[in-house]
């Protein structure tokens, strides 16, 4: 039937512009600790700081895009941050001291958490609502193509124009202007604003029912966060692998995006728990085998192990967030999942880079594992049980 069709145009133009988002992120991300190391001569506990700028930034104004995108025009919210977004890649390519590239990396994270916020709230109201679990898996296939494409892309680009970063900054800014123009052509459904009347409390901004669901999504984050910042550095260092970015991260992607296509109609079928259990139980076997086996087996092996976890984990924690929430609180929901994710990736971040700076890699990456070990056993003694017992729908 129309009324239950998932990719109607809307729906397209918000994948595509939130896969733009995040390739235009990608394209950068994964080299940004080489870049900093070359160009500025950065240290890694250096490197860590400055790039937990940008997620800390994005952890701050999560909670508040939240509150923005349930009390006013979600488009608004969407295109006013998604400006703010592409004009902030210019930063990179005037930045001329390792200070400088700081401060602009650090602001350009408050426009990256709305936009998110906003798009994946867009996406769920532009979709039927027997379609929405279904709707939130695809959505991330997006986020998993820019993934695979983002890295892959940035070596191909360095080669050619000669090692230079600042090529990859101009796409990224060229990306993000595209997206901007699609968010600019969505048709949003008619949306009664209504001023809010009660007295402004914590659960406008954090969804507290989820605070389970938040320490789980945190660990699993952290764990990533270290693994995906420093294996580009650690591949080079460690194991001579020069040009294996693209390739790890591909294969991640690869896991993701087959997992999501094969979890999609779990989700569909309301088996949430189901897929969280999978998503999590597969997932630390990807960090224990990075952690365990230094090599080209554990390092691209872990890349499709732990993007298979992923894959079923994320969508079905999102889903969990969405299913808590009153129907007044989806902004909320989805901006308290991000928050949380944020959370732990800046402090997978920051720990890594000290850990790696003091310890080596090797201790950041068990750091990763045992994290991630925490967060599973935390999830099978506290956070499906609530989440079955509290669920709206």
């Known amino acids: 039937?129309?009324?239950?069709?998932?990719?109607?145009?809307?729906?397209?133009?918000?994948?595509?512009?939130?896969?733009?988002?995040?390739?235009?992120?990608?394209?950068?991300?994964?080299?940004?600790?080489?870049?900093?190391?070359?160009?500025?001569?950065?240290?890694?506990?250096?490197?860590?700081?400055?790039?937990?700028?940008?997620?800390?930034?994005?952890?701050?104004?999560?909670?508040?895009?939240?509150?923005?995108?349930?009390?006013?025009?979600?488009?608004?919210?969407?295109?006013?941050?998604?400006?703010?977004?592409?004009?902030?890649?210019?930063?990179?390519?005037?930045?001329?001291?390792?200070?400088?590239?700081?401060?602009?990396?650090?602001?350009?994270?408050?426009?990256?958490?709305?936009?998110?916020?906003?798009?994946?709230?867009?996406?769920?109201?532009?979709?039927?609502?027997?379609?929405?679990?279904?709707?939130?898996?695809?959505?991330?296939?997006s986020n998993n193509l820019a993934m695979a494409l983002g890295p892959a892309l940035a070596i191909v680009l360095l080669g050619a124009f000669s090692g230079s970063y600042k090529a990859l900054f101009w796409v990224s800014l060229i990306t993000s202007l595209i997206g901007l123009l699609l968010e600019l052509s969505i048709r949003m459904p008619h949306r009664d604003y209504v001023p809010e009347k009660k007295v402004l409390s914590l659960d406008r901004f954090f969804l507290l029912k989820g605070w389970r669901q938040a320490i789980g999504i945190g660990c699993f984050s952290f764990s990533y966060g270290v693994v995906s910042t420093y294996v580009a550095i650690y591949g080079k260092e460690e194991l001579g692998i020069t040009g294996g970015t693209g390739l790890f991260f591909g294969l991640c992607a690869a896991g993701l995006i087959l997992s999501r296509l094969t979890g999609a109609h779990a989700l569909r079928e309301n088996k949430v728990s189901r897929n969280a259990a999978m998503g999590v139980s597969v997932s630390i076997f990807g960090y224990l085998l990075f952690a365990a086996l230094h090599n080209p087996i554990g390092y691209y092996g872990a890349a499709l192990i732990i993007g298979l976890g992923n894959g079923h984990m994320y969508p079905a924690f999102q889903t969990m967030f969405i299913n808590l929430a009153e129907h007044s609180q989806r902004g909320t929901a989805n901006s308290s999942i991000l928050t949380s994710w944020d959370a732990g990736v800046g402090l997978g971040v920051l720990t890594g880079g000290l850990f790696s700076e003091y310890f080596g890699y090797h201790s950041a990456f068990w750091a990763a594992w045992a994290v991630n070990l925490f967060g599973l056993i935390f999830y099978f003694t506290s956070i499906r049980r609530h989440f079955e017992s509290n669920k709206l729908r």
């Open 1 to 141: 039937m129309t009324k239950d069709k998932l990719w109607n145009a809307n729906y397209i133009k918000i994948w595509t512009t939130n896969f733009l988002v995040h390739f235009a992120f990608m394209l950068i991300v994964p080299l940004l600790p080489l870049y900093l190391s070359e160009t500025f001569g950065a240290t890694k506990d250096t490197i860590g700081m400055v790039l937990t700028g940008y997620t800390l930034m994005a952890l701050l104004i999560r909670p508040f895009s939240g509150y923005m995108v349930d009390s006013f025009p979600r488009k608004t919210v969407l295109v006013v941050f998604g400006f703010l977004f592409f004009g902030l890649f210019s930063g990179y390519i005037v930045a001329g001291s390792l200070l400088s590239f700081a401060i602009f990396r650090t602001l350009h994270g408050i426009p990256f958490g709305a936009t998110t916020v906003a798009a994946s709230t867009v996406a769920i109201d532009v979709v039927p609502s027997s379609r929405r679990g279904e709707a939130i898996g695809y959505y991330g296939l």
